[in-house]
Structures are given as C-alpha cells and as structure tokens.
C-alpha cells in the first residue's frame, strides 16, 4: 500500500487519520457540535460546515429567520442545506433540530453519526450570551424538554454517544476519530 502520510510523521498519528466522510455531529443545544466539529475537521484534515452557519451565510441570521419566516420555513431551508451538507467530504455540524426531518433521518442512516450529548447542569452556563430563537424564552427548563423530546430521534440516528459534560474537547475528538477509524 503506498504512503500517503506526511513524511517524519509517527505512524500511529497517521492511521487516526483514516476516518469515513463524511462525519456527522448530531444533539441539542449547547452540546458543542460546532466546537468540536471545528476542531475535528482540523485534526482529521477535513473541510468542516456547520449547517447553522451556512444557513446564515445564505440567508441571514437564524433569529431573524425564525422571526420573519417562522420555525416551519426555517425547517425547509435547514433540510435543503442538511441535504447538500450530507453529499461533502467533510465534518459536518447539524442544527439541534435537524434530525426532525425524516429525509434527514434516511440520509442519516448510511453515515457516522455521533451524538453529542450535555448534562442539563454542564449545559447552562453554554447558553448565555447565544441567540438561539427557541431559547428565547424558558431558559434551562425548555431545553430539556426539548432535548427530552428529541432524545429518541438523536438514538436512532446516532452510531456513538459521548457525553460532553465534563470531557475536554480534545479527548472528545480523540474518541470520536478512534471510533470512525475503526469503521473505515
Ligand atoms: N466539551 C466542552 N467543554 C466545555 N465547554 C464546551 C465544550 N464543548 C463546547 N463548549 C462550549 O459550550 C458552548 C456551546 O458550544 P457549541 O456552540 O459548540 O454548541 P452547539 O452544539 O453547536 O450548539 P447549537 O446547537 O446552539 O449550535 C460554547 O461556548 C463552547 O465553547
Ligand atoms: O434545536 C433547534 O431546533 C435549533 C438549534 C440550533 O442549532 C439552530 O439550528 C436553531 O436555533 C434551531
Ligand atoms: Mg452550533
């Protein structure tokens, strides 16, 4: 097989890097899909879309989406960016509530799918200062009946779980890249 890695790199950190693409970050608010997706699309040498940015890129601030257009267009807009986000080679960030969308669900049969999860309590202080239309109102209360209600969708689609509460970011990634190694 020929060597594809970076020449005086270790073996070993080359092989994390053999990952299926692409990765797919699923859970509520606040679990850190958008850090984490950052920072493992860098360590496995992938292009990283968050499909909340690239909803606001295209059409504005998601706030002000849910405002004007209301939850329902938001939803059409999010499955269409899902959908084109699910066809690159790359680490790839979901909104929280990506996973409403059946077709988004099918699609996501066929992928690595990880589910990040947070405690109510570790997920608290992540909230402040965001602009997050669903948690405009009911703070913590309505984000676990949110996540609660969610909680079987994140299930079926996901094929590892991680709980984030009180794992630092790099060992996130590291388990992530060990289990999507291993499917590759
Ligand atoms: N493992 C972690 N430990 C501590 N803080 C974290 C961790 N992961 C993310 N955070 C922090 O929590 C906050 C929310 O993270 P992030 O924006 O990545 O969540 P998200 O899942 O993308 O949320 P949303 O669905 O609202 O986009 C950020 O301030 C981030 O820095
Ligand atoms: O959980 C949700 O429904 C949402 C989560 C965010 O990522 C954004 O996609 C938006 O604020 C809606
Ligand atoms: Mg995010």
Known sequence: MPDTGVPGEPAAARATRAVPLPIVLVGPMGAGKSRVGARLASSVGAPFVDTDQR?????????EIFAREG????????????AEAL????????????????????D?????????????????????GGTRPLLAEGGVERWIRIRDE?????EQVAGLAIDTS?????RIVDEITEWAGARA
């Open 55 to 63: 909803i606001a890129e295209r059409y504005g601030p998601i706030e």
């Open 71 to 82: 939850e329902a267009y938001f939803r059409v807009i999010e499955r269409e960016v899902v």
């Open 87 to 106: 066809r690159e080679e790359a680490v790839v960030s979901l909104g929280g509530g990506a996973v409403l969308d059946a077709d988004t669900r099918a």
């Open 108 to 128: 996501l049969a066929h992928l690595a799918v990880v589910w990040l999860q947070v405690s109510a309590e570790a997920v608290a202080p992540r909230l402040t």
């Open 150 to 154: 969610r909680r079987p969708l994140y």
């Open 166 to 170: 009180r794992r630092s970011v790099a």
